[in-house]
C-alpha cells in the first residue's frame, strides 16, 4: 500500500515516470564487506517519543559495549540549552534492524548531560539501580502495549470522515473488514520485532476500532523495558511506511471510548514456585500502601494523563483508589484467574498508561514490592 502510494505520488511529480520506478529498488544495492549502519535510539526530552540516527561502523556490533558513546544537540529535543547542547548517547542494548536487515543494527542508548549525569528523561539510570538490588529473586516483567493508529488529521485511521463508527462491542479480537482496521501494519510490526530478536509474546485487536496491542515479555529485569522502548521504535517506522500515525495517547478519543493502557505484569522467582500466590498477595499489600506514588509514575505528566483514562469505566479502575481482585479488570491490580486457581504465577498492574515509562514503571515497583521503600 505505502509503496504503492509514494510511486503514484512520484508519478504525478515526474514525467519519466517508468526511470523513477526501476530506481527505487536500493535495497539490492551491494554494500561494501563489514560496513554496519547502527542506528542509535534514544528518549528525547517529552520522556515518551523516541529520535534516532544512524552512523556506519566499520565491524559488525553484537554487545553495546562495542558501540562507541556518541552525542546528539540535546536543545533540538527538549533536553538542553543550545549554548551548551551536545548531550551524550551510552549505547545498552543492540537489535538486529527490520529495515535495513543485513548485519545492520538498531541500538538503545540512555542519554547523559554534558557533564556526564543523566538527563531528566533517562529514567533507566535509576530504575538500574533499584534492579540491581535485587538480582537474586529473578524478576519478570511483561508488558502489554495498547495504541491507536491514527490518520494524519489525528483521528482514528479508517473512522468515518463525518460521525463515528458503531458502538464498541464488535471490534475486540475482531475479523472482518468492517471490524478491524490496519491488521498489514499490525503483523508486519510483529514480524519485523521477531526479526529484530525482542521477546514479543502475542498480538490482539482492541475494543476501540482501530485500536491494537502487542505483548513484550516475560524478560528477567531491565531487559523488558528497553525491549518495549525498542519496538514502540519498530512500530512507529512501520506506521511511518503505511502512511499511518501511531497514538500512545492513553485516551486518543474522548468520551465512551476505551483508552490505551499498558498493563505491567510482575514476578519474582518465589512467586513463580508453588504457593507462590502468598507472595503474590504481599506484593499486592505493599502496593495498595502507595496508591499516588505508582500513579505518579505511571504516566509521563505524574498522573495527569492517566487522569483521563482512569475514570473507572472503560475496563479501568478510578484513579483516587487502590483496588484489587481476581479475574477483576476494573481493579487497579489483578490476579488473573489462571494465577488464581494455580496458587503461583505472577500479578498484572493494570494502572499504567499507554505512554508510560516503563523504566518508571519498574523502577517503583521493585522499591515498593521489593525493597520495601
Ligand atoms: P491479559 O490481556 O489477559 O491481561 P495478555 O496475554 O495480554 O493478558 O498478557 C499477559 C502478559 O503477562 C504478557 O505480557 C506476558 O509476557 C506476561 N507474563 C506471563 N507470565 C509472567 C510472569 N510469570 N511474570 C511476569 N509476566 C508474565
Ligand atoms: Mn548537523
Ligand atoms: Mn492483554
Ligand atoms: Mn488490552
Ligand atoms: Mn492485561
Request: aromatic residues 10%; neutral net charge; contains cysteine.
Amino acid at each position: 500500500f505505502s509503496k504503492q502510494f509514494s510511486l503514484r505520488w512520484i508519478r504525478e511529480l515526474s514525467s519519466e515516470n517508468t526511470v523513477f520506478e526501476k530506481q527505487t529498488d536500493y535495497n539490492s544495492l551491494q554494500l561494501p564487506k563489514n560496513k554496519c549502519m547502527a542506528t542509535y535510539i534514544w528518549i528525547d526530552g517529552t520522556g515518551e517519543n523516541v529520535r534516532s540516527k544512524t552512523r556506519t561502523m566499520d565491524s559488525i556490533p553484537t554487545n553495546p559495549k562495542e558501540l562507541p558513546i556518541w552525542s546528539y544537540d540535546g536543545s533540538s529535543t527538549y533536553q538542553s540549552l543550545g549554548s551548551n547542547s551536545d548531550t551524550y548517547l551510552l549505547p545498552v542494548a543492540v537489535y538486529n534492524d527490520p529495515f535495513t536487515k543485513g548485519d545492520h543494527k538498531l541500538v538503545m542508548c540512555d542519554t547523559y548531560k554534558y557533564d556526564k549525569t543523566p538527563t531528566d528523561s533517562n529514567k533507566r539510570f535509576c530504575c538500574m539501580k533499584a534492579l540491581a538490588q535485587v538480582k537474586d529473586v529473578v524478576p519478570w516483567f511483561g508488558i502489554e502495549q495498547e495504541y491507536a493508529l491514527m490518520d494524519l488529521d489525528n483521528r482514528p485511521f479508517g473512522w468515518p470522515k463525518q460521525g463515528f463508527p458503531a458502538p464498541q462491542g464488535p471490534f475486540y479480537c475482531a475479523v472482518g473488514a468492517n471490524k478491524v482496521i490496519g491488521r498489514a501494519i499490525v503483523e508486519a510490526h510483529y514480524r519485523a520485532c521477531l526479526y529484530a530478536g525482542l521477546t514479543i509474546s502475542g498480538t490482539n485487536a482492541e475494543v476501540l476500532l482501530s485500536q491494537w496491542e502487542y505483548q513484550i515479555g516475560p524478560c528477567e529485569g531491565v531487559g523488558a523495558a528497553d525491549e518495549l522502548w525498542m519496538s514502540r521504535y519498530i512500530l512507529h517506522r512501520v506506521a511511518e511506511d503505511f502512511g499511518v500515525v501511531v497514538s500512545l495517547d492513553p485516551k486518543p478519543v474522548e468520551g465512551n471510548w476505551n483508552g490505551s493502557g499498558a498493563h505491567v505484569n510482575f514476578s519474582t522467582k518465589a512467586m513463580r514456585e508453588d504457593g507462590g500466590i502468598k507472595e503474590i498477595e504481599k506484593a499486592i499489600e505493599k502496593l495498595s500502601k502507595h496508591h499516588m506514588r505508582h500513579i505518579e509514575a505511571y504516566d509521563p505528566k505524574g498522573g495527569k494523563d492517566n487522569e483521563r483514562r482512569l475514570t473507572g469505566r472503560h475496563e479501568t479502575s478510578d484513579i483516587y483508589t487502590f483496588s484489587a481482585g481476581v479475574a477483576n479488570r476494573g481493579a487497579s491490580v489483578r490476579i488473573p484467574r489462571g494465577v488464581a486457581e494455580d496458587g503461583k504465577g505472577y500479578l498484572e498492574d493494570r494502572r499504567p498508561s499507554s505512554n508510560c515509562d516503563p523504566y518508571s514503571v519498574l523502577d517503583v515497583m521493585v522499591r515498593t514490592c521489593l525493597l520495601c521503600e
